[in-house]
Every structure is written in C-alpha cells, then in structure tokens.
C-alpha cells in the first residue's frame, strides 16, 4: 500500500469543529480515512463516523468522551486550542494541561507504530528563553500537579497563550523521545504562523490585524486552514515514518527569516503601530 494512503485508517480528530481542525477532518474523510471527532461545539460533518461533545476543560467530560473511542487507532489529532481573549486559566488548560492528558489515556488505543500530532503555534518559538521555566511546567507529572503550578504562576507567565504554546513544544520535544517505550508511537509538532480560523477575530481584537500580519512575512498573507491541515496530515502520515519529535514550522518563512536577521521586527511592529 502507498505510504500516501489512508483509505481505512481509523483516526481521532480533537477540535474538528472549525478552522485547522475542520480542514483535517474534511481532508482526511476525501482520503479514505475512518475519522472520529470531538469538539465542544456540535459538528453536522456527514463524513465523520463518529463524533463526541466534549468540553477540554474538564477532565470528567475528557475520560465520558474518551470512553467512547473505539480503538485501536492509527493516529491522533490534537487540534483544539483558545486564544487569550479567553480565560488565562482555560487557555492553558485547554492547550497545554488537558491536551497532554487527553493524549495520555488516548495513546492505549492508537495501535503499535501509529501517530500523534499536536498543534503548537509560533508564538510558541520564544520557549527556549525561559527553558528553565517552561521544562518545570511540562516535568509537572499529572494534570492535577500542573494546575497546581500553573495557579499561582499565572499572573507572572505574560501572554498565557505564548505560554501554553511554549509547554506544547518542550513537552512535544521531550515526549517523543519516549517512542520505544510507546510502542513506536511517534509524536509531533505543527507550528502555524497567522492562519484563518474561528480564532482570527480574537487574535485581531487582541493585537489588532497589522500587527497579526506583520508575522506573516515574509510571504505576506495569512495561510488557509487547509494550508495547515495538509502537512499535520503529512506528520501523521505513514511517509513521515522516520519523523519523530519535529516541531515543524509552517509560517511561510517567518522563523527563517527572524533566525537569519533578514525581518525587523521591531521595525514592522512600530510600523504597524503608527
Ligand atoms: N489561527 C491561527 O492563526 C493559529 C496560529 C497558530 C496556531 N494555531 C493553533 O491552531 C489550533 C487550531 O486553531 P484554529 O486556528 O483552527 O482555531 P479554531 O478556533 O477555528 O479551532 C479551535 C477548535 O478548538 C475547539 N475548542 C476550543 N475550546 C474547546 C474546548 N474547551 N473543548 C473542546 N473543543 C474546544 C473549537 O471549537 C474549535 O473547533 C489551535 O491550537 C491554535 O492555537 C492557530
């Protein structure tokens, strides 16, 4: 069989309601694939075999839902995520805390060699400034320890969604390299640069549309859900076999450009302030 197929994979999507999520959800039924999907908000996907109300905050809700898969599974999409226009304490719930739960007890029902992939984000880059910092978050053992870390913390963390982003990436990192003691499970990153999505307007809102577009250099426009959708289904993919531990980046080349000292920042952000 192609390494490209998915004609009768069985795959979990988590946030398939809108934006990246919906894209592969949608993508991965034209492929072939069995697809179950949760998300808090009711989805009408004819394509879907399945689907589960499930509220990420919650952990009750996590383990009804997670009762409902019907394994074994050969890959999972954490696709789920709030911006900051939300509470502090549910942004990092749901993005980071609940997410690396939610894969933890899904993980016994994805097959032996199957895939994980999670979606970090770009503002997600600045983790290894505090490395220190974020690696004593994600070293937290449970959920219930991580929210107890996280509570007094949070008024000091900044942005908590840069922050929750930030323990995507080191946790990701760290966790991959676990994969023969996962059964071969790889695991892996994307990292989005400003893309369409229900989240656009409060990104906007938050930070104001310039500034939002001044990270979508060096190419200039904000990428499509789909855009982001087709190489998280490439991570998950039996042609990524030999990738494990990526976190890869699909910002139309803003790290590049930011690592190689070609985009002034600070020169587009006081641009788009003015
Ligand atoms: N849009 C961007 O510019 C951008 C950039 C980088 C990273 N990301 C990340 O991409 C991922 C997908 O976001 P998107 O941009 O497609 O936005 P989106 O808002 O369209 O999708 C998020 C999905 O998560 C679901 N969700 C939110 N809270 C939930 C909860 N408590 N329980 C269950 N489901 C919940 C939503 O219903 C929705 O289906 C997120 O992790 C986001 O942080 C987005």
Redesign the pocket.
Known sequence: MSVWSHAGKKVLVI????????AVAEELVRLGAVVHG????PVDNPGLSAFTL????DIGSIDAALTEIQGPLDAVYY?????QTHAAADVVT??FINMRYCIEQVRTKIRDGGAIAV?????GNGWVNRAALITEFVATPDHVSAQAWVEPRLAGVGDPYSFS?EAVIAWGMRESAHILANRGIRLNLL?????I????PD?DSFAGPKVIDVYTQPLGR?SL?EE?AWPLIFLNSDAASYVNGCNFIADAGFTAGMATGQIDLDRLLAEAAA
């Open positions: 946030g398939c309601y809108s934006g990246i999520g919906r949760i998300d808090w908000k499930c509220d990420l905050r696709c789920s995520g709030l911006p749901v993005n979606i970090a984000s770009t503002a982003k990292s989005p640069g400003p893309t999505s229900g989240m656009t990104f904000r859900p982001q």
